[in-house]
């Protein structure tokens, strides 16, 4: 009768909801307070958690199950049917004392790239001058799409009152294809010829074309630490009953762990000439392995309302990159090349691996949450396949890997929670 009458008094035109920060009074106010006062931050003094409050729900009425007691007046347990009265928001089933035991995300990554440096390949000669009309960057991969997956499971709470995850993610099946090719009437030369090393199939061309493909796959593992956020408020509204909300506002998380990323690259620079009826072949053919392991570390700064969420994440970690590249030339008549070259080498690299984004998510039930986001990541330190090139009469063994590799792109996925 007394909360009834508290709610009279603030006229028939109240709002939807009063939020009561103060401790509860009447005859129920024993079973509603709290059995120990609880700071901002859900940590006692001393660092250590407050005995009795280990669950938000701990404290108020609680049923068989630990959950709290619904007596038809005093408690309402959420908007979705059915829905059982537990230590949870009656929103949207979390809140501060409510981590999932395990949670799997499943989606994909449309990622676009950057492309090499620019390295003039093939000119085409008027009589005059040669105009370069086939360049490493000619070929540009577009946008490919990586699948991406992640699972995770809740395995301590420390003595701060954080809980700790451990995950295991992986992005990657996926790849970036481009070709591009000119055509003369034997006027196209390489670069091969600018140095007076002219060769059959790439000199006095009348076909020139060049391929680009490129794969990568991702491969993470990473412990998540989630610090607990402020206690869930208990909201009196108009009907007389409580109701348990998560707190809104900006709540931090933090990883570290291991990564290791994939970059395989295959360029191919193909020429064809015609010399007395006599169809001559050019092709230079190089394959690139990046195998890149290091440790990362990382944050994530989420802004929260009940359901919706919305952030910024950062990771940055250095690496060792395992990289190696094979090279092959041959020239001459087709399919019986008089001059033929093969060149190899491999280096260990620092590297380093940055990667940022935005996100937001909306949970549309207690257990199904569903996530986009747009990404930057960049890589440092590659053996890129166009940038292995050689032009000279007398190329080595040798790699150059002072390549660099911009991704970024949009991420959609779902995650279920259990």
């Not at 250095?318 to 070259?341: C, K």
Request: proline share 5%; glycine share 12%; charged share 20%.
């Amino acid at each position: 009768m007394v909360i009834a009458g508290i709610v009279l008094c603030v006229g028939s035109q109240a709002v939807a909801r009063d939020v009561y920060q103060q401790q509860p009074t009447g005859p129920y106010a024993e079973q509603l307070m709290p059995a120990s006062p609880q700071y901002d931050n859900g940590v006692a003094d001393g660092d250590q958690p407050i005995d009795g409050m280990t669950d938000p729900g701990q404290g108020y009425p609680q049923a068989p199950d630990g959950g709290m007691m619904d007596d038809g007046f005093l408690i309402d347990n959420g908007l979705w049917d059915g829905a059982p009265v537990g230590p949870c928001c009656a929103n949207c089933g979390g809140g501060s004392g409510c981590p999932p035991d395990w949670y799997t995300e499943q989606g994909v990554r449309i990622l676009t790239r950057s492309r090499p440096r620019d390295q003039v390949i093939g000119s085409s000669y008027d009589g005059m001058n040669l105009t370069a009309v086939l360049t490493s960057r000619s070929a540009a991969p577009d946008v490919s799409a990586a699948y991406a997956t992640t699972i995770g499971h809740y395995f301590a709470r420390d003595r701060l009152n954080r809980d700790h995850f451990v995950e295991l993610t992986f992005w990657g099946v996926n790849g970036w294809k481009d070709k591009a090719e000119r055509r003369g009437d034997g006027d196209l030369y390489s670069e091969f010829a600018l140095q007076g090393f002219f060769l059959d199939g790439f000199d006095t061309a009348d076909l020139q074309s060049i391929y680009y493909a490129s794969y990568t796959n991702n491969f993470e593992l990473n412990g998540r630490i989630v610090p607990r956020g402020r206690q869930d408020r208990m909201v009196l509204h108009p009907n007389g009953k409580w109701r348990r909300e998560c707190q809104p506002g900006t709540y931090m998380s933090y990883i570290y762990g291991l990564r290791f990323f994939q970059d395989h690259e295959t360029f191919r620079f193909h020429g064809e000439s015609t010399t007395g009826g006599t169809t001559y072949t050019g092709d230079y053919d190089i394959v690139s392995h990046n195998n890149l392991l290091g440790l990362q570390f990382g944050a994530d700064m989420t802004f929260r309302k009940c359901r919706w969420t919305w952030g910024i994440r950062a990771k940055l970690g250095p690496y060792i990159n395992f990289s190696d590249q094979a090279s092959t030339i041959n020239s001459g008549v087709a399919l019986a090349p008089d001059y033929s070259r093969r060149l190899a080498a491999a280096k260990h690299e620092a590297s380093l691996i940055g990667e940022t984004g935005f996100f937001a998510s909306y949970k549309f039930q207690p257990n199904l949450v569903g996530r986009a986001g747009y990404d930057f990541m960049w890589v440092t330190g590659m053996t890129l396949a166009p940038e292995q090139l050689q032009f000279t009469t007398n190329p080595v063994n040798q790699i150059n890997t002072n390549g660099n590799i911009f991704y970024h792109g949009v991420s959609l996925s779902m995650e279920w929670l259990w």
